[in-house]
């Protein structure tokens, strides 16, 4: 299990966590800070540059997820990770990521009062041989304020558990946190596990159009990125009738009709990824009832948006897209295509 300790930049995180472990039996300490500094040490200068915050690197947010499941398998018990987290988006990867491997969250949010937040901000120690310490620091938290509550007022007090420290000391707040966890007031986090590939998966994707010929694109809790609505083939499964289930189990539609292929695109294993066969599917032009029966997003979806196939270009990852783009050439031609990383073939 990890006890994830999440609030504003000076919440007093850490301090709370490294209280934490002395009441949780079997806990550890994880704090990902150390993989953003190691980072600072192994990637180039060049691409730190690209980034304002080492938690805008995809490699940071696979390591996170990596370190703590290798923690755990080394230790076992309990991991107390204190880390800020603002955006959904790298939440659900990170979460999502550790939930594949059946590793349950539990999400805590460190909330104090604004004016004890800048407080404890300006009274938070600077390393004296740290250079441009008093930005790096401590006008660091203040700008991140705002970001922190803008994630207040949308996604994040619905997701983790507040616990209000304006009055409290850090040991104070590691008791009531551990009485929390062990009472079960903190759930585990409600995310879809989907179990990470351990060799080449076949993945049945669904087209699905409005009545503008828009295609549906859905935006998944469990892993970074917009998609196509679909998933993984299960053993013995039928590769349409999967996507028919997903399709269900994702935005609540029922197909009736077995969805037409569209395209087979062979995706090449880039490490750490297994590639495999990806298959789309036409699953057929939606109504405007229909449309507006489809489920809100819940565990599985953040979001999901019809969009023109210009729009698709900006969400979906290049691959991706193209595969998308000759989906539709194939709609239109009436006959399925075979594609080898995007590219047709043959």
């Not at 301090?15 to 009441?23: Q, Y």
């Not at 659900?92 to 590793?103: K, M, T, V």
């Not at 949010?109 to 938070?124: G, H, K, N, Q, S």
Request: negative net charge; hydrophobic residues 45%.
């Amino acid at each position: 299990m990890i006890v994830w300790i999440n609030g504003a930049f000076g919440a007093g995180k850490t301090t709370t966590a490294r209280e934490l472990i002395d009441l949780i039996p079997n806990s550890t300490l994880f704090d990902p800070e150390l993989i953003g500094a190691g980072l600072t040490q192994l990637l180039p200068a060049k691409r730190l540059a690209e980034v304002g915050d080492f938690q805008d690197l995809p490699i940071w947010r696979r390591l996170v997820v990596d370190t703590a499941a290798a923690m755990l398998a080394e230790l076992g018990g309990v991991l107390v990770v204190p880390m800020t987290l603002l955006r959904q988006d790298y939440r659900d990867e990170i979460f999502g990521g550790l939930a594949s491997r059946r590793i349950a969250v539990r999400h805590v949010l460190l909330a104090p009062a604004e004016t004890i937040l800048r407080e404890r901000i300006a009274d938070r120690e600077v390393p004296p041989d740290l250079p441009d310490g008093e930005i790096r620091v401590r006008q660091w938290s203040y700008d991140h304020i705002e970001p922190y509550h803008a994630a207040l007022a949308g996604w994040l007090t619905a997701d983790a558990h507040p616990v209000d420290t304006s009055a409290l000391t850090p040991y104070e707040a590691a008791v009531r946190i551990a009485g929390a966890v062990s009472g079960g007031t903190v759930p585990v986090c409600d995310i879809v596990q989907t179990p990470e590939p351990t060799s080449e998966t076949v993945a049945a994707g669904v087209l699905l159009f409005d009545e503008q010929e828009r295609v549906l694109l859905v935006d998944p809790t469990y892993k970074a990125g917009w998609e196509f609505p679909g998933g993984v083939v299960e053993s013995g499964e039928a590769p349409a009738r999967a996507g028919i289930r997903e399709v269900a189990e994702e935005t609540g539609i029922q197909l009736v009709d077995v969805p037409s292929l569209l395209v087979v695109d062979w995706e090449p294993p880039v490490p750490p990824a297994y590639g495999g066969l990806r298959l789309l599917y036409d699953g057929g032009r939606l109504d405007s009832e229909e449309a507006r029966r489809m489920l809100l997003p819940g565990p599985e979806l953040r979001a999901w948006r019809f969009v023109t196939e210009e729009e698709a270009a900006g969400l979906l990852p290049p691959v991706r897209y193209e595969r998308l783009r000759w989906a539709l050439r194939a709609r239109e031609r009436g006959a399925a295509l075979y594609l080898e990383a995007g590219v047709p073939t043959g």
